[in-house]
């Protein structure tokens, strides 16, 4: 996994990047009530307000970490927004999107830098 100083994480799977909130987070927004996905089929460009999160505390926006092109939303979230806060990092994933040049990824934290980051 990759991290960013968002707080986003980012998981390559196959050709995609699969793109979540981290653990840290999660928890910093305290119970996710609502939470409002992209359209697939979206083009971004880095730094793009793609989700937004609304929990009891406040609103966060999700940016795009990279370029590229929203493919697929995790629907479930719609039903159980209170998945970000029981799984952050696996089932409450927000959406997956294909990019152009992967290594891009090699620009962001890895989990020891992110650890240290959020210190």
């Known amino acids: 996994m990759r991290y960013t100083e968002e707080h986003e994480w980012l998981r ?7 793109v ?12 996710v009530v609502f939470v ?7 083009e971004v460009a880095k730094d793009d307000e ?3 999160i609304e929990s009891v505390k406040a ?4 940016l ?11 629907e479930t979230l719609a039903d159980n927004p209170g ?3 029981d799984d952050p990092t ?3 994933w927000f959406f997956k999107m294909k990019v152009e040049d992967l290594s891009a990824l090699d620009e962001l934290m890895d989990e020891a830098a992110y650890k240290k980051f959020i210190g």
Do not use: K
Request: net charge negative.
């Open 64 to 74: 795009a970490p990279l370029d590229g092109e929203i493919v697929e939303v995790n």
């Open 90 to 92: 696996g089932d409450a």
């Open 20 to 31: 979540g909130i981290s653990e840290h987070a999660s928890t910093q927004l305290g119970d």
């Open 50 to 52: 793609v989700v937004v």
């Open 36 to 42: 409002d996905l992209p359209e697939p089929g979206t």
């Open 83 to 85: 998945l970000v806060n």
């Open 59 to 62: 609103a966060s926006d999700i």
């Open 12 to 18: 390559v799977e196959d050709d995609l990047v699969v």
